[in-house]
């Protein structure tokens, strides 16, 4: 007799939107992100969505502040997968400049300087972050997290993502990016 077991059904949801390269823009493309999420269920204040919010903020923030080109806007692209209790969230920023930063050489700047801390923190809370080349001009850069439900002890590392995400590095909110 042969059996099969089927796996929870795998959902997939996208968004795309362009912001302004400006500090107006990085803050809409939080909010929206924020907002997305809630409406694939990953409610705001959430462990993922307080992840995820953290993510745009910095991703964006480097593309309106280090990524900027007059004229040029960036673009937010999420994808949600959802299987069982498992989520996964992927988190694209794209821009037209050319300069890429390097996942190799990221390190937290010192306590006097004035930037320096964006990259570090998403290295510190996504579980894969990385540049890839894009159509057109500039580049993506992305940063991946996700969570297993409280009811799937399948994944050891879940307690602390979860200790990691709900109370990021120190002296770090999402709530800062209001």
Do not use: C
Not at 26 to 49: H, Q
Not at 62 to 83: I, K, M, S, T, Y
Not at 89 to 100: A, I, M, N, Y
Not at 154 to 176: C, I, K, L, M, W
Request: charged share 20%; net charge negative; proline share 9%.
């Amino acid at each position: 007799m042969t059996t099969s077991q089927v796996g929870a059904p795998l959902a997939v949801q996208e968004s795309t939107h362009t912001f302004p390269a400006t500090r107006l823009g990085a803050s809409l493309a939080r909010r929206a992100a924020v907002a997305r999420l809630d409406d694939w269920g990953v409610p705001p204040g959430s462990p993922l969505s307080d992840t995820v919010a953290l993510i745009v903020a910095e991703l964006a923030a480097n593309a309106a502040r280090h990524g900027r080109v007059p004229g040029r806007n960036f673009g937010l692209r999420l994808l949600h997968r959802q299987a069982g209790t498992t989520a996964v969230v992927r988190v694209e920023v794209s821009d037209t400049h050319p300069r890429r930063p390097d996942p190799t050489t990221v390190a937290m700047a010192g306590p006097d300087s004035d930037g320096g801390r964006g990259l570090a923190l998403v290295a510190a809370v996504a579980d894969d972050w990385g540049v890839e080349d894009r159509t057109g001009p500039g580049k993506t850069v992305w940063a991946q997290t996700g969570s297993a439900g409280p009811s799937d002890p399948a994944d050891p590392r879940q307690e602390e993502q979860d200790s990691r995400t709900e109370s990021g590095p120190p002296g770090v909110s999402a709530a800062h990016y209001d």
